[in-house]
């Protein structure tokens, strides 16, 4: 049974630029949440992806969208890349029917804007 | 693998030895507690969740207690191994919302 998946593993862009970021949730989970770590730091919360639609979103600014599939898998966008959107973003993903609350983590990717 | 965090605050403790991590909440609305371990270069990994209604709750090998009068959490590790060495992080949620609310993490250092 395959877990959460995430890709690409590490990416590098330039400031300015978008980068798109993937993640299959864990077998049988349709809900789907993203969180942005920043070193040292523990997760925050981007937003919340259940039946294709943006559930609940965090503090995060418009450049950062997301999109969820009738597979259930999940893309982040992050439009106009800054220097501090650098971080390891992850990829959580829970059944919506039960107890919510139990996130399952993808390994994250690990972006770097130089 | 990269380091998880590079500032934290670090608990050393002897293998074999007992751990005690604490944790400060910030919402008393939160009803769900949850602990989680990240080793260097992975996602973090589920440990144990506790409800607003328990004040404690054992796992194997962890126990998590809670304390609502001063939103506290705590999770106990026995006899830890070096296997237990990573950075762990409290985390909360609500039953109006979705989304968890992470702490700012504990790394522990397990020595031989």
């Known amino acids: 049974d395959a877990g959460v998946t995430q890709s690409p593993t590490h990416l590098i862009k330039t400031r300015g630029q978008q980068v798109t970021l993937r993640c299959s949730p864990k077998s049988g989970h349709d809900t789907v949440s993203w969180y942005q770590q920043a070193l040292g730091q523990g997760p925050q919360f981007i937003f919340q992806?259940?039946?294709?639609?943006?559930?609940q979103r965090g503090n995060f600014p418009d450049r950062f969208s997301g999109h969820q599939f009738p597979n259930y898998s999940s893309e982040l966008n992050v439009n106009a890349l800054l220097l501090g959107d650098s971080a390891l973003y992850l990829c959580?993903?829970?059944?919506?029917?039960?107890?919510?609350?139990?996130?399952?983590f993808g390994p994250g990717t690990r972006l770097t804007v130089t | 693998g990269e380091s998880v965090g590079l500032h934290l605050p670090t608990l050393s403790v002897q293998e074999g030895d007992n751990s005690i991590i604490n944790c400060a909440y910030s919402n008393s609305a939160s009803d769900y507690f949850i602990w989680y371990k990240q080793e260097s270069g992975k996602g973090p990994q589920f440990i144990i969740d506790?409800?607003?209604?328990?004040d404690k709750r054992q796992g194997q090998r962890v126990t998590v207690l809670l304390n609502k009068t001063v939103k506290h959490l705590s999770l106990q590790i026995a006899a830890t191994q070096p296997g237990d060495s990573a950075v762990y992080f409290c985390?909360?949620?609500?039953?109006?919302?979705?989304?968890?609310?992470f702490g700012g993490g504990t790394r522990v250092l397990v020595k031989p």
């Open positions: 985390a909360e949620g609500y039953a109006a919302g979705n989304k968890l609310t």
């Open positions: 992806y259940y039946e294709e639609e943006e559930r």
């Open positions: 959580a993903s829970s059944d919506g029917a039960s107890a919510f609350y139990e996130q399952y």
């Open positions: 506790i409800r607003s209604n328990m």
